[in-house]
């Protein structure tokens, strides 16, 4: 029974020895199956080893399946790789499959308002395809796919001073505001990485004014 | 609270030793000041390696930004070049009578850096890789940040309580991009 130990201990020496967390969790729950192999078959069970040995088991199998959806390949579809290499090519593809799964796609016909000025905006969007007229008296400035629409107002909190009218049928993604700014809040280094989107995008819209 | 005349009025000094007022820094535009503690502070170095990458983004929003420690002038060229920070968007001063601190709220104390949460921040720093080095300046001085616009106007403070608190990078982005959009004209199309 001797061997089911010394297994268990070699499979925890080679758990140091690796660098890649997920490998090093692994190894463990291995080594931690042995270990309670070995204390239930001693003549009188070891049962605190066994409970102890049980919660590392669960909670290394449960980080082990975070670990695997973290690292699972992304796939994107047609229109979202587009819309990646349009605006988001800064954002890995993963942290922009995250955005996506918060936002809505969404379709206009031509000549229907999206924004309307001094409106309280709750949404910012990011044109996918076809074209928008930005409309304010008689000025007019047409705004394309991958370009934001409401990410003044989404950084000021202030209604828009323009109204935005698709100029043909467009498709966009549409995010909630309150949720986005919620959902950047609870994940730090994707925040920084969407505001360096939007702010370029913010930025040449400034330069152009 | 901060004190906006006093906090104009405080003198930081550059490299060299001389001396200008801290206003005249936001006195053309926009400035994000990021008070850091002594210049060897381990906690420093952590807020000025996650800011690094953003400063690019703060300048393209219009604004300038400043670092000030509190240590000796003759100890910024040290810092600029351990942070690399010479060929980058940022002036780094200091205020060896830590009157800007004073005037801009911010907190000093022995609690904020020898205290449980200052010791955790402390081995957070270490583990992440950051390297502890000589004290260059007030050791008890903690650090903050503010967000000024060009008539003086702060539109962000920050106070750190302790050794490893400071301003989020997005935070100070925001407030830049915030003031950048201020500066539009209302009637601007693209001002959506």
Known sequence: ?209 | MVSSPALADAVVLDRAGQGRPLGSLWEKQPCVVVMLRHFGCIGCDVTVTELAPRLAELRAAGARTVLVGNGSPGAIDGFVERHGLADKAVDVFTDPTLAAFRAAGLVRSAWATFGVRAAIDYVRAIAAGFVPRKTEGDVLQQGGALVVDAGGRVVFHHVATHLGDHADGSDLVDAALGLAIGRTPAASPLRV
């Open chain 1, 1 to 209: 029974m001797a061997y089911l130990l010394h297994a268990a201990n070699v499979l925890y020496l080679l758990s140091y020895l690796v660098k890649d967390i997920l490998w090093l969790r692994l190894l463990t729950v291995v080594a931690g199956v042995l270990l309670m192999t070995w204390a239930l078959l001693q003549p009188q069970p070891l049962w605190a080893s066994v409970a102890w040995n049980a919660l590392f088991l669960a909670i290394n199998l449960y980080q082990s399946w975070l670990l695997i959806l973290e690292r699972r390949p992304v796939r994107l579809s047609e229109r979202e790789t587009l819309l990646y290499r349009l605006a988001f090519r800064t954002l890995t593809p993963r942290e922009f499959v995250k955005l996506l799964a918060l936002g809505r796609w969404e379709e206009a016909a031509a000549e229907t308002r999206i924004v309307e000025r001094a409106r309280a905006l709750d949404r910012l969007m990011v044109i996918a395809s076809g074209r928008t007229a930005v409309k304010v008296a008689d000025r007019v400035v047409e705004l394309g796919e991958g370009r934001f629409v409401g990410e003044m107002s989404f950084i000021t909190g202030e209604a828009p001073t323009a109204d935005v009218v698709a100029i043909d049928a467009i498709r966009y993604v549409s995010w909630p505001k309150v949720e986005l700014t919620k959902f950047l809040a609870q994940h730090p280094p994707l925040r920084a990485a969407w505001q360096a989107v939007l702010g370029a995008d913010l930025v040449s819209k400034l330069r152009a004014a």
